[in-house]
């Protein structure tokens, strides 16, 4: 069934009428990939079936492939160049519906070059909105910014410097020419001790200023607790979210629990949608389970949000390989 899911995206993939690619970026990497006769190719694909019920709507069945190629130049290069391509037609979807006459998009959201050492990475091209870990508070892990990031590590920590651009969210223009230059963001994350570790940002989009910050505790008893705040300092609104993450054992199955308790202003602005575990703007709830299937070489995760009188379920069944 998931081979024939990509068959099927593989086929129906959507290519926008006018596309002005990076052409320079192109350029370069045809050029080094001509005096790179030990590139080594490699990535990962994840594929995923949902059902997803939302208060007051019909049940959707739904459908997300992932694929993360990336060609190394050489045996233990610091240097490669990745791309991202997944189904869904923006910014923070990443899903098509079955049975529905304009859901088969699959399209390449990100192409971008890597230098990688021990003393940190620089990246250049339509980047992924993440260096590692992707927080609630953060930008979609399927989106992209096109720019330039680069982390250093330092003691305890990690410095990241990001500037480009996060203008238009449909998936159809991840590769068009990056026009306007729009955002920016300082970032140091770090470790206070063994059970403590902490990040503060700095971030410009498009017209707003924001500050964040984020606390995770990582407690003797295998449960791992963050706040996280994110303050939109040009509108004074926020988004708050209070998590716990853990695994727990039931019927002698491990199941990794993650809920939380989110909270986004109504003038937060723009970027809430934009946000990795965004439910609405106002007061929600959710909690996400997953575990394997012992029988077969699936996951399997159940998600429940409720916002006032609205409530969101999902369940699926889940499958990633290396390549």
């Known amino acids: 069934m998931f081979i024939q899911i990509i068959d099927d995206s593989l086929t129906t993939l ?31 694909l994840d594929t ?35 791309g991202f391509a997944v189904t869904g037609d923006s910014f923070s979807s990443s899903h098509n519906t079955f049975n529905h006459s304009i859901s088969d998009n699959l399209y390449l959201r990100r192409l971008f070059l890597r230098y990688a050492s021990k003393n940190g990475k620089t990246e250049l091209g339509v980047l992924p909105t993440y260096k590692g870990r992707v927080s609630s508070t953060g930008l979609s892990k399927d989106g992209w910014i096109k720019g ?26 991840a590769l068009h020419l990056a026009k306007d230059l729009n955002f920016f963001e300082l970032e140091y994350s770090g470790n206070i001790n063994s059970h403590f570790s902490f990040e503060v940002s700095a971030e410009h989009l498009l017209t707003d200023n924001f500050a964040s910050g984020e606390v995770r505790y990582q407690a003797g008893i295998g449960v791992t607790y963050a706040t996280e705040l994110i303050h939109n300092v040009s509108s004074d609104g926020l988004k708050l979210v209070l998590s716990a993450a853990t695994t727990v ?56 949000e409720v916002h006032d009188d609205n409530t969101r379920a999902q369940l699926g069944i889940k499958y990633a390989l290396n390549f």
């Not at 959507?14 to 350029?27: A, G, I, M, N, S």
């Not at 330039?148 to 223009?173: C, D, M, P, W, Y």
């Not at 909270?263 to 609405?280: H, I, N, P």
């Open 14 to 44: 959507k290519r926008p009428k006018q596309v002005t690619l990076l052409w320079p970026f192109w350029f370069s990497g045809f050029l080094f990939l001509s005096v790179a006769n030990s590139a080594e190719f490699s990535g990962k």
């Open 249 to 304: 054992e039931l019927f002698s199955q491990q199941l990794e629990v993650f809920g939380y308790y989110s909270y986004v202003s109504e003038s937060f602005g723009a970027r809430a949608e934009l946000t990795e575990d965004f439910l609405a703007t106002g007061h929600g709830l959710a909690i996400e389970v997953e575990s394997s299937l012992n029988f077969v070489p699936l996951d399997w995760f159940a998600k429940f």
């Open 48 to 82: 995923q079936i949902r059902l997803d019920e939302r208060s007051g709507k019909d049940l959707r069945y739904q459908y997300r492939v992932r694929a993360y190629p990336s060609l190394v130049f050489g045996e233990n290069s610091d240097w490669s160049v990745n």
């Open 148 to 173: 330039l990031r680069h982390v250093q590590n330092v003691a305890h920590g990690q410095f990241e410097i990001v500037f480009g651009e996060l203008k238009n969210t449909q998936a159809s223009s």
